[in-house]
């Protein structure tokens, strides 16, 4: 399970990826059973990639002087606590509602949707780091010191968070939607 963890794996196993094979993403919107409510998730998705984006460009726009502290600050102020706050609500629901019904579903993914959970437990803390070196860079801006240091951490940590984000998102998709396609959404809504 060790291999299996986020920071380490480059993909799902075959053995987590059952439905996965028999579902390609090709095919997930032409599907019967793809519904509003996966092509909502999706969504979301897309709109945290876009986020860890922007701030990503955001910062290296200041670091490289294009864009001054004030509007810097905002943008880090709005996309960051969007970002952050919608990031673990999503994830709370997840754990909470959708992969439970899921997992009831399909019994043989359990251990895809521990594994997505036990991403999730490893996120928290990222997302946290992630506030607080947003919030020491906030606080230089504030305080009109240089934050050329704040805003290189903050820039590295996006830098560093993005790929595990990504790896995080593309594996649930693999699990979740191709378990929707299967048994459709009844009852999840």
Known sequence: MDDLRLDRRGGLPPHLRVLAARYPRGMWTGHPNFSGLTSF???????????QARLER????????????????????????????QLHGHHQIEDLHYFPMLA???????????LLDADHHAIDPMLHALAGDADALLAA??????????????????????????????????????????HGDRGLG
């Open 41 to 51: 998730w999706l969504d979301r998705h897309l709109m945290f990639r876009g986020l």
């Open 58 to 85: 955001e910062a290296a726009s200041f670091l490289d002087g294009d864009n001054d502290g004030r509007a810097f600050g905002r943008a880090v102020q709005r996309l960051g606590g969007t970002f952050v706050s």
């Open 104 to 114: 009831a579903k399909e019994p043989r993914l359990q251990a895809a949707f521990d």
């Open 141 to 182: 801006l504030a305080a009109g010191q240089p934050a050329g240091l704040a805003a290189g951490a903050f820039h590295d940590r996006l830098r560093g968070f993005a790929r595990l984000l990504d790896r995080h998102l593309a594996d649930e998709e693999e699990i979740v939607v191709p378990v929707i396609l299967e």
